[in-house]
């Protein structure tokens, strides 16, 4: 199975930049790859439509609502919007967004209904903190995130729904620093072993992110465990990110 590589632009780039970055992408990258995600800052998504841009890539969103209406919602963006602008994808439950938006379980559970009411496919993130780790309670604290999604409409449905969980340890975004093989498969093989047992109907694709880099994303990509990365700085970076995504695709 190709992997799935999500590129998270998180709140970088301008209107000039991203069009140029993309158009770059475009141009230099494997035809054959298909799965590939950019993740744009909302306000930039309409440009692939807007400019007939003939992407090859899948849209992603880093946010979506926990609106499914339209109306008096200042300053929201409704699954319905981005799926009209072509999104396919969107991270939910990123740790910056639990962080500094105080994106609770209840948000949660919201947003990614949104989203699969949309058909819209949540990159679900969890992600313990370096405390967590090292107190070697991460298990539970992922449980904990992981558990959320069997109150949402994914544990009720009966038809087959197309779901990515993003295993993103927070110390390692931006930092540098990776877990060992080891660890990453542990913990895919730990939130696999959950969604068997607990939502039965879903296909799950399982990314690893944090640090991923043009030197690292081989090894991670080469675990059979992983179906995929979602990639934070190297992403900006086009002749890196064009790199991690030409992984097996020669
Ligand atoms: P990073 O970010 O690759 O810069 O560590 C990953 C993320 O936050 O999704």
């Given at each position: 199975?190709?992997?799935?590589?999500?590129?998270?632009?998180?709140?970088?780039?301008?209107?000039?930049?991203?069009?140029?970055?993309?158009?770059?992408?475009?141009?230099?990258?494997?035809?054959?790859?298909?799965?590939?995600?950019?993740?744009?800052?909302?306000?930039?998504?309409?440009?692939?439509?807007?400019?007939?841009?003939?992407?090859?890539?899948?849209?992603?969103?880093?946010?979506?609502?926990?609106?499914?209406?339209?109306?008096?919602?200042?300053?929201?963006?409704?699954?319905?919007?981005?799926?009209?602008?072509?999104?396919?994808?969107?991270?939910?439950?990123?740790?910056?967004?639990?962080?500094?938006?105080?994106?609770?379980?209840?948000?949660?559970?919201?947003?990614?209904?949104?989203?699969?009411?949309?058909?819209?496919?949540?990159?679900?993130?969890?992600?313990?903190?370096?405390?967590?780790?090292?107190?070697?309670?991460?298990?539970?604290?992922?449980?904990?995130?992981?558990?959320?999604?069997?109150?949402?409409?994914?544990?009720?449905?009966?038809?087959?729904?197309?779901?990515?969980?993003?295993?993103?340890?927070?110390?390692?975004?931006?930092?540098?620093?990776?877990?060992?093989?080891?660890?990453?498969?542990?913990?895919?093989?730990?939130?696999?072993?959950?969604?068997?047992?607990?939502?039965?109907?879903?296909?799950?694709?399982?990314?690893?992110?944090?640090?991923?880099?043009k030197?690292?994303?081989?090894?991670?990509?080469?675990?059979?465990?992983?179906?995929?990365?979602?990639?934070?700085?190297a992403?900006?970076l086009?002749p890196d990110f064009?790199s991690i995504?030409?992984?097996?695709?020669?």
């Amino acid at each position: 199975m190709a992997k799935l590589i999500v590129a998270n632009w998180k709140m970088n780039g301008s209107f000039t930049k991203i069009e140029e970055d993309l158009r770059t992408y475009l141009h230099n990258h494997n035809t054959n790859v298909k799965n590939v995600v950019f993740a744009l800052p909302n306000v930039y998504l309409g440009l692939i439509k807007c400019l007939k841009i003939d992407a090859s890539f899948k849209l992603g969103s880093q946010d979506i609502s926990k609106f499914d209406n339209v109306g008096a919602y200042t300053g929201e963006v409704s699954g319905a919007m981005l799926k009209d602008l072509g999104v396919d994808y969107a991270i939910i439950g990123h740790s910056e967004r639990r962080m500094y938006f105080n994106e609770n379980e209840d948000i949660l559970i919201k947003k990614i209904n949104n989203a699969i009411n949309n058909n819209i496919t949540p990159i679900y993130c969890i992600g313990e903190s370096i405390s967590v780790r090292k107190n070697k309670n991460y298990k539970d604290f992922l449980l904990n995130q992981l558990e959320v999604l069997t109150k949402t409409n994914i544990a009720v449905t009966k038809a087959e729904i197309k779901l990515v969980i993003a295993y993103e340890p927070i110390w390692a975004i931006g930092s540098g620093l990776v877990p060992s093989t080891e660890e990453i498969v542990e913990v895919i093989n730990f939130i696999n072993a959950f969604v068997q047992n607990y939502l039965p109907h879903a296909k799950i694709t399982a990314l690893y992110g944090g640090s991923v880099s043009k030197i690292n994303a081989k090894e991670i990509l080469d675990l059979p465990q992983v179906d995929g990365v979602l990639v934070g700085g190297a992403s900006l970076l086009i002749p890196d990110f064009t790199s991690i995504c030409s992984y097996k695709f020669e």
